[in-house]
């Protein structure tokens, strides 16, 4: 077992980079001053590992504390551009499922609450009633103002009330178990994606989101699921391993996939030109990681910018 790690000051954490992993440090109260700001392992935990050589686990030569930093602010950077827009997505799905159920069944919270109401088979019988658990804490929840409003004035919360305390995956699972019906009118909103697609979207989407709202390093994250294979994988010309495509499936390419779909034309035309300053920004200082690595670690094939020259069915 290894020997576990004993508490360091600021000021200790500082000299043993220097010292011992040979990062070069120009201003030591720099130093300090960011892991003040960000932690020893938020910072180094998380992003050292890029800059050091393997079997000696000491940094590459010439790598300065600046640049680990560099790469966390990318990072960061990164992260709050994709929350911005996964978050536009997953008010868009708030309002259309709770729109198209109210319309088919009303605005009885009982509706809601019905196990007959869902898509519930053999296969999707316990993510019902999961759901169902869920949606009865949060009618009984007295965390939310206007939860408690509608309860006491109404003793009633329609969905389109109650869907606003819902995370993104529970809205994820939802989606899984509306009827059929409902899940085909919610794609209609995008135009070019089935039932199926719209399911694993919000599956790998919900995985992002979370790395997102939590802090976590974002641009090398992988989920266990993946999109599905889509036109676009093959207008992009994007390489395959076997029958999986090398890019785009489970990584932030994927995501940037996702988005080309369910996000409208002109915000995604935003996103990606502010996705493309934050890459190219990035590039220009990380002198130990050049752009093929960056984009590689990422996910994005090499052409990614050409996502937009193509329709998407």
Same mark, same amino acid.
């Given at each position: 077992?290894?020997?576990?790690?004993?508490?360091?000051?600021?000021?200790?954490?500082?000299?043993?980079?220097?010292?011992?992993?040979?990062?070069?440090?120009?201003?030591?109260?720099?130093?300090?001053?960011?892991?003040? /700001?960000?932690?020893?392992?938020?910072?180094?935990?998380?992003?050292?590992?890029?800059?050091?050589?393997?079997?000696?686990?000491?940094?590459?030569?010439?790598?300065?504390?600046?640049?680990?930093?560099?790469?966390?602010?990318?990072?960061?950077?990164?992260?709050?551009?994709?929350?911005?827009?996964?978050?536009?997505?997953?008010r868009?799905?708030?309002?259309?499922?709770?729109?198209?159920?109210?319309?088919?069944?009303?605005?009885?919270?009982?509706?809601?609450?019905?196990?007959?109401?869902?898509?519930n088979? /053999?296969?999707?019988?316990?993510t019902? #009633?999961?759901?169902?658990?869920?949606?009865q804490?949060?009618?009984?929840?007295?965390?939310?103002?206007?939860?408690?409003?509608y309860?006491?004035?109404?003793?009633?919360?329609?969905?389109?009330?109650?869907?606003?305390?819902?995370?993104?995956?529970?809205?994820?699972?939802?989606?899984?178990?509306?009827?059929?019906?409902?899940?085909?009118?919610?794609?209609?909103?995008?135009?070019?994606?089935?039932?199926?697609?719209m399911?694993?979207?919000?599956?790998? #989407?919900?995985?992002?989101?979370?790395?997102?709202?939590?802090?976590e /390093?974002?641009?090398?994250? /992988?989920?266990?699921?993946?999109?599905?294979?889509?036109? #676009?994988?093959k207008?992009?010309s994007?390489?395959?391993?076997?029958?999986?495509?090398?890019?785009?499936?489970?990584?932030?390419?994927a995501?940037?996939?996702?988005?080309?779909?369910?996000?409208?034309?002109?915000?995604?035309?935003?996103?990606?030109?502010?996705?493309?300053?934050?890459?190219?920004?990035?590039?220009?200082?990380?002198?130990?990681?050049?752009?093929?690595?960056?984009l590689?670690?990422?996910?994005?094939?090499?052409?990614?910018?050409?996502?937009?020259?193509?329709?998407l069915?």
């Open positions: 077992m290894a020997q576990q790690k004993i508490f360091s000051t600021f000021s200790e954490q500082v000299e043993w980079l220097q010292k011992e992993k040979h990062l070069i440090i120009s201003d030591k109260a720099y130093a300090e001053d960011v892991l003040k /700001r960000i932690g020893y392992f938020p910072l180094m935990g998380g992003y050292k590992h890029l800059f050091r050589m393997p079997l000696t686990k000491k940094y590459k030569e010439g790598t300065t504390f600046e640049e680990i930093v560099a790469l966390y602010e990318f990072d960061s950077e990164l992260r709050e551009l994709f929350f911005k827009y996964l978050l536009q997505i997953e868009h799905l708030r309002s259309l499922m709770s729109y198209y159920f109210c319309e088919k069944y009303g605005e009885s919270q009982s509706a809601y609450l019905d196990i007959n109401n869902f898509n088979t /053999r296969r999707t019988y316990k019902v #009633l999961r759901l169902i658990s869920t949606l804490r949060a009618v009984t929840t007295t965390d939310y103002v206007y939860i408690n409003y309860r006491n004035t109404y003793g009633n919360i329609p969905l389109w009330v109650l869907i606003n305390v819902l995370t993104f995956g529970n809205l994820s699972k939802m989606y899984q178990v509306f009827p059929q019906s409902l899940q085909s009118k919610i794609c209609k909103n995008f135009g070019s994606i089935n039932q199926r697609q399911e694993q979207f919000l599956s790998v #989407l919900t995985k992002f989101r979370n790395v997102c709202a939590h802090g /390093r974002l641009f090398t994250y /992988r989920t266990m699921d993946n999109i599905s294979d889509l036109p #676009l994988h207008k992009l994007i390489p395959m391993k076997g029958i999986q495509y090398q890019y785009g499936k489970k990584d932030l390419f995501v940037v996939i996702a988005f080309r779909y369910l996000i409208p034309a002109k915000d995604f035309l935003a996103f990606k030109k502010k996705l493309s300053r934050l890459i190219d920004n990035a590039s220009t200082s990380l002198t130990h990681m050049d752009d093929s690595e960056l590689e670690r990422m996910g994005f094939p090499p052409n990614w910018k050409d996502i937009t020259r193509y329709r069915s």
